[in-house]
C-alpha cells in the first residue's frame, strides 16, 4: 500500500492497443517485471481453458482476481497471454503519473486508468463499452487496494458486479456476460528463510532499535509490528496503546477515520473503513484542486496532513491480527516482511525466487442469473458482489 498524499488533478487515459508493441511488451513484462523485478520464477494456471473458450465465443468474460501482490497484474497478464488471449486492464490513475513514457505503454497494452476515490464515469463507461463491444477479456481487480495477505480477502468493492449487470442486461441474445472468479497465490522458494534476519534487522534499524537477529523471526515480527502500532499511537493519538494489537488496530483506524470525517459531509454509503477511506479521498482531493476557491496555505496543509490520517487509517485497517500466528508458515511469514518493508521503506523486497498459482474459478453466468431472475436488474449488485466474495475466498484456501 502506497502512500497518496498528492493534489494532481486527475486525466482519464483511455486504452490505445497499439498490435506492434504487445509483443515488446510482453517481452518486456516477462524479462524485467515477472524476472527481475518480482522474483517470479514459475506460474502454475489452472481453468483458463474455460476461459478461453468463453473468450473464443465471443461472450463478455470479466475477470475479478483478488489483488495480494504487485505482481498480480503482470502475472494475469502473462497467464492470459500463454492461452492465446489478450486482456484489457484497468487500473488504478496513479500508475499513470509515474511518467509520460509509462503511461504511453500502459494504454498502448490495453490499461486504462480508474479514480478509485470518486466517480470516474469515463472508466466505467469504457469497461462497459470494452465488454459490450470487445474480443478480449477484461481484468478488474475487485479489492482495489494491495494488502499482503495472500489467503485472506478484503470486501469487495461492487463496482465490479454493477459494470457486469449493466452489460448483460444490454448484449444480444447471443452474447453472454460471465464473471470469473480468479484466486493468486503466491509461493517462496525456501531460501527466503535466510533473507529474514537481515532483513528485519534492516527495518529494526529503521525505527531507531538495535537488531536483535537472536530473536526467533516470529517474536520479531510480532515484536517490530507491536513497536510500529505504537509509533503511529504516538503520533496521532500522543500516547502509545496497551493490550490487545487488533483491537488497538481498529481504534486507531477509528479515530482517524471519525478526526477527518468531522471535517467533510460523510458518505452514508460508506460503511467498511476502505468505503470510507476512499469518500474522504474524493472529498479532500476535490477540496484541493478547487478551482473557484483555491485553498489557503493553511488549509492546504490541514487536507494533505487528513491525507496521511486517511492512509495510515486504511494501513491500520490492512493488518490482520492474528494472521500469522493463525499459520506461521514459511509464506506467512514472508508475506508479513515484505508488508513491514513496503510500510517502513517504501517498497517489498523480493530476494529469492517464487512461484505463482493461479485459478480461474468457475465462471459465474450473469447473463443466466438475470433471465432466470436469480439476480435482479436493480440491486443485484450486492448479491453478485456477495457471490463474487465467496467464490474468491475458495479459491484462496
Not at 510482453?26 to 522474483?39: F, G, T
Request: aromatic letters at 6%.
Amino acid at each position: 500500500m502506497r502512500r497518496l498524499r498528492n493534489d494532481l488533478p486527475y486525466t482519464f487515459r483511455p486504452p490505445q492497443m497499439r498490435a506492434w508493441l504487445r509483443p515488446l511488451g510482453l517481452a518486456v513484462n516477462r524479462a524485467v517485471h515477472l524476472s527481475r523485478k518480482y522474483k517470479i520464477g514459475k506460474i502454475e494456471g489452472l481453468g483458463f481453458e474455460r476461459v478461453r473458450e468463453l473468450n473464443e465465443a465471443g461472450h463478455a468474460v470479466l475477470l475479478a482476481p483478488n489483488h495480494s501482490d504487485h505482481s498480480d497484474p503482470h502475472v494475469v497478464m502473462e497467464l492470459v497471454a500463454r492461452h492465446g488471449m489478450r486482456a484489457m486492464f484497468m487500473a488504478a490513475r496513479e500508475l499513470f503519473e509515474v511518467n509520460p513514457v509509462a503511461s504511453w505503454a500502459l494504454q498502448g497494452m490495453g490499461v486504462f486508468s480508474v479514480d478509485r476515490d470518486g466517480p470516474d464515469l469515463s472508466a466505467i463507461k469504457t469497461a462497459i463499452i470494452l465488454l459490450e463491444t470487445g474480443a478480449d477479456p477484461l481484468v478488474i481487480f475487485p479489492e482495489g487496494e494491495i494488502y499482503h495477505h495472500h489467503r485472506r480477502l478484503d470486501p469487495l468493492n461492487e463496482g465490479v458486479a454493477s459494470i457486469l449487470l449493466k452489460v448483460a442486461s444490454r448484449l444480444p441474445a447471443r452474447k453472454r456476460a460471465f464473471l470469473v472468479p480468479v484466486g493468486l497465490r503466491f509461493f517462496h522458494d525456501p531460501a527466503v528463510e535466510a533473507t529474514f534476519r537481515d532483513r528485519l534487522s534492516r527495518l529494526e534499524d529503521r525505527i531507531g532499535w538495535t537488531p536483535k537477529p537472536l530473536l526467533p523471526v516470529d517474536d520479531r515480527i510480532l515484536r517490530l509490528g507491536a513497536g510500529i502500532l505504537a509509533l503511529k499511537e504516538t503520533e496521532y493519538l500522543g500516547y502509545a496503546g496497551t493490550g490487545n494489537v487488533h483491537e488497538r488496530l481498529a481504534y486507531l483506524c477509528e479515530t482517524l477515520l471519525a478526526v477527518v470525517e468531522d471535517r467533510y459531509p460523510r458518505d452514508a454509503k460508506a460503511v467498511t473503513p476502505p468505503e470510507r477511506v476512499r469518500a474522504l479521498r474524493y472529498r479532500i482531493r476535490r477540496r484541493l484542486l478547487d478551482a473557484e476557491k483555491l485553498p489557503s496555505a493553511g488549509e492546504k496543509e490541514l487536507l494533505l496532513d487528513d491525507l496521511d490520517r486517511v492512509f495510515t487509517a486504511l494501513q491500520a485497517h490492512s493488518y490482520i491480527g492474528d494472521y500469522l500466528l493463525e499459520d506461521p508458515s514459511l509464506d506467512r511469514r514472508a508475506e508479513t516482511i515484505m508488508k513491514l518493508e513496503e510500510d517502513l521503506l517504501g517498497f517489498p523486497i523480493y530476494p529469492v525466487n517464487r512461484t505463482a498459482r493461479v485459478i480461474a474459478g468457475e465462471p459465474i453466468p450473469v447473463s443466466e442469473m438475470l433471465a432466470k431472475g436469480t439476480l435482479p436488474a436493480k440491486g443485484g449488485a450486492i448479491s453478485l458482489t456477495e457471490l463474487l466474495e465467496s467464490r474468491l475466498s475458495e479459491l484462496l484456501k
